[in-house]
T-cell receptor, first 114, second 115 residues
Framework: AQSVTQLGSHVSVSEGALVLLRCNYS??????LFWYVQYPNQGLQLLLK??????LVKGINGFEAEFKKSETSFHLTKPSAHMSDAAEYFC????????????FGQGTRLTINP | GAGVSQSPSNKVTEKGKDVELRCDPI?????LYWYRQSLGQGLEFLIY????????KSGLPSDRFSAERTGGSVSTLTIQRTQQEDSAVYLC?????????????FGPGTRLTVL
Protein backbone atom coordinates (compact mmCIF):
# COMPACT_ATOMS: atom_id res chain seq x y z
CA ALA A 1 0.00 0.00 0.00
CA GLN A 2 1.11 3.53 -0.66
CA SER A 3 1.68 6.10 2.03
CA VAL A 4 2.98 9.64 2.28
CA THR A 5 4.74 11.24 5.23
CA GLN A 6 5.15 14.97 5.54
CA LEU A 7 7.69 15.90 8.17
CA GLY A 8 6.46 18.81 10.21
CA SER A 9 2.79 19.68 10.53
CA HIS A 10 3.75 23.34 10.98
CA VAL A 11 6.61 25.24 9.39
CA SER A 12 7.33 28.89 10.03
CA VAL A 13 9.78 30.98 8.02
CA SER A 14 10.55 34.66 7.66
CA GLU A 15 9.56 36.58 4.57
CA GLY A 16 12.38 36.26 2.04
CA ALA A 17 13.79 33.08 3.60
CA LEU A 18 14.03 29.66 2.00
CA VAL A 19 10.96 27.46 2.20
CA LEU A 20 11.55 23.71 2.54
CA LEU A 21 8.63 21.33 3.02
CA ARG A 22 9.52 17.67 3.31
CA CYS A 23 7.71 14.72 1.79
CA ASN A 24 8.65 11.04 1.80
CA TYR A 25 6.60 8.32 0.19
CA SER A 26 6.31 4.59 0.43
CA UNK A 27 5.28 2.61 -2.63
CA UNK A 28 6.12 -0.76 -4.14
CA UNK A 29 6.77 0.97 -7.46
CA UNK A 30 7.72 4.60 -8.11
CA UNK A 31 4.45 6.53 -8.22
CA UNK A 32 3.41 9.82 -9.69
CA LEU A 33 4.00 12.61 -7.17
CA PHE A 34 2.12 15.85 -6.61
CA TRP A 35 2.16 18.91 -4.39
CA TYR A 36 -1.10 20.74 -3.77
CA VAL A 37 -1.70 24.00 -1.90
CA GLN A 38 -4.85 24.90 0.01
CA TYR A 39 -5.58 28.49 0.92
CA PRO A 40 -8.10 29.15 3.73
CA ASN A 41 -11.66 28.11 2.84
CA GLN A 42 -10.65 27.07 -0.65
CA GLY A 43 -10.15 23.82 -2.50
CA LEU A 44 -6.80 22.34 -3.40
CA GLN A 45 -4.73 23.79 -6.22
CA LEU A 46 -1.97 21.89 -7.98
CA LEU A 47 1.49 23.40 -7.48
CA LEU A 48 3.48 20.85 -9.45
CA LYS A 49 3.65 17.19 -10.40
CA UNK A 50 6.32 14.62 -11.20
CA UNK A 51 5.24 12.24 -13.93
CA UNK A 52 8.40 11.75 -15.97
CA UNK A 53 12.06 10.92 -15.61
CA UNK A 54 13.06 14.47 -14.68
CA UNK A 55 14.32 14.87 -11.14
CA LEU A 56 13.65 18.59 -10.74
CA VAL A 57 10.12 19.80 -11.31
CA LYS A 58 9.16 23.45 -11.52
CA GLY A 59 5.70 24.61 -10.54
CA ILE A 60 3.68 27.73 -10.11
CA ASN A 61 4.46 30.66 -7.81
CA GLY A 62 8.20 29.96 -7.84
CA PHE A 63 7.98 26.54 -6.19
CA GLU A 64 9.98 23.53 -7.27
CA ALA A 65 10.48 20.00 -6.04
CA GLU A 66 13.25 17.46 -6.42
CA PHE A 67 12.49 13.78 -6.86
CA LYS A 68 15.08 11.52 -5.23
CA LYS A 69 14.26 7.90 -5.90
CA SER A 70 17.02 6.57 -3.64
CA GLU A 71 15.60 8.54 -0.71
CA THR A 72 11.94 8.13 -1.74
CA SER A 73 11.56 11.85 -1.25
CA PHE A 74 9.90 14.71 -3.06
CA HIS A 75 10.67 17.83 -1.03
CA LEU A 76 9.15 21.19 -1.99
CA THR A 77 11.26 24.34 -2.00
CA LYS A 78 11.02 28.03 -2.77
CA PRO A 79 14.09 30.27 -2.58
CA SER A 80 12.36 33.30 -1.12
CA ALA A 81 9.12 33.16 0.85
CA HIS A 82 6.36 35.68 0.28
CA MET A 83 3.54 36.52 2.65
CA SER A 84 1.07 35.15 0.10
CA ASP A 85 2.64 31.69 0.42
CA ALA A 86 0.98 31.20 3.81
CA ALA A 87 -1.27 28.17 3.31
CA GLU A 88 -1.46 24.43 3.87
CA TYR A 89 0.57 22.22 1.56
CA PHE A 90 -0.17 18.61 0.74
CA CYS A 91 2.08 16.04 -0.85
CA UNK A 92 0.26 13.24 -2.70
CA UNK A 93 1.01 10.13 -4.71
CA UNK A 94 -0.89 8.03 -7.20
CA UNK A 95 -0.05 4.71 -8.77
CA UNK A 96 1.17 4.73 -12.36
CA UNK A 97 -0.95 1.68 -13.07
CA UNK A 98 -4.26 0.88 -11.51
CA UNK A 99 -6.14 3.05 -9.05
CA UNK A 100 -6.29 6.70 -9.98
CA UNK A 101 -6.95 7.94 -6.47
CA UNK A 102 -4.57 10.32 -4.74
CA UNK A 103 -3.08 9.34 -1.41
CA PHE A 104 -2.27 12.44 0.60
CA GLY A 105 0.11 13.26 3.37
CA GLN A 106 -1.18 14.91 6.52
CA GLY A 107 -0.32 18.38 5.30
CA THR A 108 2.08 21.08 6.42
CA ARG A 109 0.83 24.47 7.46
CA LEU A 110 3.25 27.17 6.32
CA THR A 111 3.36 30.44 8.23
CA ILE A 112 5.31 33.42 6.94
CA ASN A 113 6.64 35.91 9.48
CA PRO A 114 7.08 39.53 8.38
CA GLY B 1 -16.93 29.96 -13.96
CA ALA B 2 -15.21 26.96 -15.50
CA GLY B 3 -14.11 25.26 -12.29
CA VAL B 4 -15.56 22.44 -10.21
CA SER B 5 -18.54 23.63 -8.20
CA GLN B 6 -20.06 22.09 -5.10
CA SER B 7 -23.25 22.73 -3.22
CA PRO B 8 -24.13 23.53 -0.57
CA SER B 9 -20.98 25.21 0.71
CA ASN B 10 -22.07 24.52 4.27
CA LYS B 11 -24.51 22.01 5.67
CA VAL B 12 -25.55 21.60 9.28
CA THR B 13 -27.67 18.59 10.09
CA GLU B 14 -28.84 16.61 13.06
CA LYS B 15 -27.54 13.17 13.88
CA GLY B 16 -29.57 10.51 12.11
CA LYS B 17 -30.67 12.67 9.17
CA ASP B 18 -29.73 11.97 5.56
CA VAL B 19 -27.75 14.52 3.52
CA GLU B 20 -26.98 14.96 -0.15
CA LEU B 21 -23.93 16.79 -1.42
CA ARG B 22 -23.66 17.84 -5.05
CA CYS B 23 -20.70 18.20 -7.37
CA ASP B 24 -20.61 19.74 -10.85
CA PRO B 25 -17.34 18.79 -12.56
CA ILE B 26 -15.56 20.75 -15.23
CA UNK B 27 -17.28 20.29 -18.57
CA UNK B 28 -15.64 17.53 -20.59
CA UNK B 29 -13.89 15.91 -17.63
CA UNK B 30 -14.62 12.20 -17.65
CA UNK B 31 -13.21 11.34 -14.24
CA LEU B 32 -14.76 12.48 -10.94
CA TYR B 33 -13.53 11.90 -7.41
CA TRP B 34 -14.84 12.46 -3.90
CA TYR B 35 -12.49 13.00 -0.96
CA ARG B 36 -13.11 13.78 2.69
CA GLN B 37 -10.99 16.16 4.74
CA SER B 38 -11.24 15.89 8.50
CA LEU B 39 -9.06 16.90 11.42
CA GLY B 40 -8.41 13.39 12.59
CA GLN B 41 -8.00 11.60 9.28
CA GLY B 42 -6.60 14.20 6.90
CA LEU B 43 -7.55 13.89 3.24
CA GLU B 44 -9.09 10.54 2.35
CA PHE B 45 -10.25 9.13 -0.95
CA LEU B 46 -13.89 8.06 -0.98
CA ILE B 47 -15.01 7.12 -4.49
CA TYR B 48 -13.99 7.51 -8.14
CA UNK B 49 -16.08 7.55 -11.33
CA UNK B 50 -14.67 7.17 -14.83
CA UNK B 51 -17.04 7.38 -17.77
CA UNK B 52 -19.48 4.50 -17.83
CA UNK B 53 -17.25 2.13 -15.88
CA UNK B 54 -18.25 0.79 -12.49
CA UNK B 55 -17.11 3.24 -9.81
CA UNK B 56 -14.22 2.50 -7.47
CA LYS B 57 -15.94 2.56 -4.08
CA SER B 58 -12.99 1.27 -2.12
CA GLY B 59 -12.72 4.39 0.07
CA LEU B 60 -16.30 4.62 1.28
CA PRO B 61 -16.13 4.24 5.09
CA SER B 62 -19.46 2.47 5.57
CA ASP B 63 -22.60 1.40 3.75
CA ARG B 64 -24.25 4.64 4.91
CA PHE B 65 -22.25 6.36 2.19
CA SER B 66 -23.21 6.14 -1.47
CA ALA B 67 -22.67 8.18 -4.60
CA GLU B 68 -23.96 8.34 -8.09
CA ARG B 69 -23.07 10.17 -11.23
CA THR B 70 -25.85 10.89 -13.64
CA GLY B 71 -25.21 11.24 -17.35
CA GLY B 72 -21.49 11.22 -16.82
CA SER B 73 -21.60 14.70 -15.34
CA VAL B 74 -23.12 15.79 -12.02
CA SER B 75 -22.47 13.63 -8.99
CA THR B 76 -24.30 13.34 -5.68
CA LEU B 77 -22.77 11.96 -2.51
CA THR B 78 -25.40 10.73 -0.06
CA ILE B 79 -24.81 10.03 3.59
CA GLN B 80 -27.63 8.23 5.36
CA ARG B 81 -28.27 8.33 9.10
CA THR B 82 -25.47 10.82 9.66
CA GLN B 83 -23.19 10.44 12.66
CA GLN B 84 -21.05 13.07 14.38
CA GLU B 85 -17.90 11.44 13.00
CA ASP B 86 -19.17 12.27 9.49
CA SER B 87 -18.47 15.95 10.19
CA ALA B 88 -15.82 16.98 7.68
CA VAL B 89 -15.21 18.91 4.48
CA TYR B 90 -16.22 16.86 1.46
CA LEU B 91 -14.17 17.71 -1.61
CA CYS B 92 -15.00 16.83 -5.19
CA UNK B 93 -12.43 16.77 -7.99
CA UNK B 94 -12.51 16.09 -11.70
CA UNK B 95 -9.88 15.31 -14.29
CA UNK B 96 -9.72 15.21 -18.04
CA UNK B 97 -9.04 11.50 -18.29
CA UNK B 98 -8.57 8.30 -16.42
CA UNK B 99 -4.79 8.31 -16.29
CA UNK B 100 -3.31 8.90 -12.87
CA UNK B 101 -0.98 11.61 -14.12
CA UNK B 102 -3.95 13.74 -15.10
CA UNK B 103 -4.30 16.77 -12.83
CA UNK B 104 -7.28 16.62 -10.52
CA UNK B 105 -9.09 19.95 -10.23
CA PHE B 106 -10.76 20.43 -6.86
CA GLY B 107 -13.92 22.23 -5.91
CA PRO B 108 -14.18 24.46 -2.81
CA GLY B 109 -15.80 21.70 -0.77
CA THR B 110 -18.91 21.26 1.33
CA ARG B 111 -18.42 21.66 5.06
CA LEU B 112 -20.72 19.18 6.82
CA THR B 113 -21.47 19.56 10.51
CA VAL B 114 -23.46 16.86 12.25
CA LEU B 115 -24.87 17.97 15.60
Amino acid sequence: AQSVTQLGSHVSVSEGALVLLRCNYSSSVPPYLFWYVQYPNQGLQLLLKHTSAATLVKGINGFEAEFKKSETSFHLTKPSAHMSDAAEYFCAVSLIQGAQKLVFGQGTRLTINP
Amino acid sequence: GAGVSQSPSNKVTEKGKDVELRCDPISGHTALYWYRQSLGQGLEFLIYFQGNSAPDKSGLPSDRFSAERTGGSVSTLTIQRTQQEDSAVYLCASSLGARSYNEQFFGPGTRLTVL
